[in-house]
């Protein structure tokens, strides 16, 4: 979804596990649907560790949990990597997350959530050890994200970290423009080089 992004304060999803894929985030048999329908792909989220294959709720997963809401989510290490499916970002956007933070992800799905104005949220491992903690300790415990000044805070401690984004892509998602809109946008300085370099 397109839509300016500033300071986002909110409580988090924790999902504690390393090497999450993007098979995992959303399984294979659901990339045939080429439509980015955002309300299905969020359906879809997880959807294996969400859904027993009966069809039925699994209550032991955390989205499943009444106790644990917010537009961040919060995962392990290494979250992202496999095969570099798009449909990914669809689902964790669809879903409503609008940060996902993590020690680590994997390079083309960091390109895949920014593209879909989704912030991902590179942390140290000690910080986002000491998060986990502090979710688990109070599930409403609340973490601010500010885009402008690229930090991160966890307001329950205090703790605070500057996170990494390409200069670009943050004045994207602070405007929010994907590449066309940005293109369009400065269309006539586009033009008046090409006029001046002819």
Same mark, same amino acid.
């Given at each position: 979804?397109?839509? =300016? &992004?500033?300071?986002i304060? $909110?409580?988090?999803?924790?999902? =504690?596990m ?10 294979a ?5 080429? #439509?980015r329908?955002?309300?299905f &792909?969020?359906q879809?989220?997880?959807r294996?560790?969400?859904?027993? /294959?009966?069809? +039925?709720? !699994? ?10 809401g917010?537009?961040?989510?919060? *995962?392990? #290490?290494?979250f992202?990597?496999? +095969?570099s499916?798009?449909h990914? *970002? ?7 997350f #609008?940060?996902?933070? $993590? $020690? ?8 895949n ?6 912030? =991902?949220?590179?942390? $140290?491992?000690? &910080?986002l050890?000491?998060?986990f903690?502090?979710?688990? @300790? @109070?599930p409403? *415990? %609340?973490?601010?994200? @500010?885009?402008? #000044? ?5 307001? *329950? ?6 996170? /990494?984004?390409n +200069?670009?892509?943050?004045h994207?998602?602070?405007?929010? %423009?994907?590449?066309?809109? &940005? ?12 006029a001046? !370099?002819?």
């Amino acid at each position: 979804m397109k839509q =300016p &992004f500033n300071i986002i304060t $909110s409580t988090c999803v924790p999902l =504690p596990m390393e090497n999450i894929d993007t098979d995992q985030i959303i399984p294979a048999r659901f990339l045939k649907e080429t #439509r980015r329908d955002e309300a299905f &792909f969020g359906q879809q989220l997880f959807r294996d560790w969400r859904y027993r /294959p009966d069809g +039925s709720a !699994n209550m032991d997963f955390v989205l499943n949990n009444p106790q644990y809401g917010g537009t961040i989510l919060v *995962a392990g #290490r290494n979250f992202g990597s496999g +095969s570099s499916r798009e449909h990914a *970002a669809w689902a964790i956007a669809g879903y409503g997350f #609008r940060v996902v933070v $993590s $020690s680590f992800f994997a390079d083309i799905h960091i390109n895949n959530e920014l593209n879909n104005f989704v912030l =991902p949220v590179i942390v $140290s491992p000690q &910080f986002l050890e000491n998060l986990f903690k502090t979710i688990h @300790d @109070d599930p409403k *415990a %609340l973490v601010e994200v @500010d885009l402008p #000044r690229q930090t991160i805070t966890n307001l *329950a401690t205090g703790e605070q970290e500057v996170f /990494p984004i390409n +200069s670009y892509k943050k004045h994207c998602l602070m405007n929010g %423009l994907d590449d066309i809109d &940005f293109l369009m946008e400065n269309k006539e300085k586009t033009e008046a080089w090409e006029a001046a !370099n002819k």
